[in-house]
């Protein structure tokens, strides 16, 4: 029983450590660089997105001067 137990840690040891079973980029360099341009440029559009959820990039209306708001 305690082989087993012993067994069955070691491989989970061993599994956690190795890493991705299936590599997230080709093996090819041509391929591999385009996946990797691909995902900088997706990256690259964060910011963009951040503002746009936040509307950051909307006008701002407020003005410069300030304005008396009563009948002149």
């Known amino acids: ?3 087993m137990i012993y067994g069955t840690v070691l ?3 061993l599994l956690l450590s190795v890493g991705c079973i299936a590599p997230i980029y080709s093996s090819s360099p041509d ?3 385009r996946q990797l341009i691909y995902t900088s440029e ?3 559009e964060i910011p963009r997105t951040w ?3 936040w509307f950051l990039d909307m006008p701002d209306l407020m003005v410069l001067y300030r304005t008396h708001g009563g009948v002149l």
């Open 11 to 13: 491989t989970v040891m």
């Open 1 to 3: 029983m305690r082989k």
């Open 51 to 53: 503002e746009r959820i």
């Open 31 to 33: 391929v591999r660089a």
């Open 42 to 44: 997706n990256l690259r």
